[in-house]
């Protein structure tokens, strides 16, 4: 989806933000590992905003979605070598159906930074999962997994898929499909950026830590690289973008709403 050098951009960026880095917080594993990740709401226009809102991502899900969608979150998922932590078998509509979304007509890109692979903690997926509609979580450390003992029995019918990915690529799935990741015991970083969308006909109906119904606007892809590339040959950072008065995710994830 994002060739080699709008990929190096992205890494670029992420590696070096300041902003990211201080927005960034821990999700213990259940497993004595943390997975460090930084999370937002609104696309902005940053190279992380280029991307979530390239007219190949966006368009794509709204194939997928069968309708016009806007943007729910993006976070980044910074998988450090030796210490990132796992996550637990779950469901993302396992945590949307929380903030007032009736449909799980929602879904998400997940964009490799770094190559994923068993060693350093790549995405699992149940193929074919999304079908067995919303199924029951609980707290497993920080995280909230789906029912364990349901998971082992699904796995029993349903193939298990360890998604190895090369930097630019994509994986587009739905927010009823049971995925999971390893904790990184390996010496490589395994960083990844995921976009998550809803449908524009699935408005939640209260108000949440993510946001209701707002247009997005597509921009050409392009602009990922063009964008990335004038910033950085003007010396810039991404500047201060991640600001919680604006962004309730910024706090919102850290329990401090």
């Not at 060739?3 to 670029?12: F, S």
């Not at 029995?153 to 193939?159: A, Q």
Request: proline fraction near 4%.
């Amino acid at each position: 989806m994002l060739d080699a050098e709008e990929t190096a951009l992205l890494g670029r960026a992420a590696h070096a933000d300041r902003v990211l880095d201080e927005h960034a917080f821990g999700r213990a594993d259940g497993e004595g590992g943390t997975v460090r990740l930084a999370l937002w709401n609104h696309p902005t226009d940053t190279i992380y905003g280029m991307i979530a809102r390239c007219e190949s991502i966006v368009g794509s899900m709204e194939k997928l979605l069968g309708g016009e969608v806007y943007h729910y979150h993006s976070k980044m998922i910074m998988k450090d070598p030796l210490v990132g932590g796992a996550w637990t078998w779950h469901q993302d509509y396992g945590y949307w159906y929380q903030n007032g979304a009736l449909f799980p007509w929602m879904g998400s890109a997940f964009v490799a930074i770094d190559p994923a692979t068993r060693e350093n903690g790549c995405l699992q997926m149940i193929r074919g999962s999304h079908q067995l509609g919303r199924i029951e979580h609980a707290l497993a450390g920080d995280q909230a997994g789906a029912d364990q003992a349901r998971v082992d029995e699904i796995l029993k019918r349903l193939e298990l898929v360890h998604m190895e990915m090369a930097p630019g690529d994509t994986v587009f799935f739905h927010c009823n499909t049971l995925h999971r990741s390893d904790q990184n015991r390996s010496a490589n970083p395994r960083w990844s950026m995921i976009c998550s969308y809803n449908a524009a006909r699935n408005d939640p109906y209260r108000e949440s830590h993510h946001p209701r119904y707002t247009p997005l606007v597509k921009v050409p892809d392009a602009r990922i690289r063009e964008y990335g590339t004038r910033r950085f040959a003007a010396g810039e950072s991404e500047g201060v973008w991640l600001d919680p008065e604006h962004d309730r995710s910024a706090d919102a994830l850290r329990g401090k709403t």
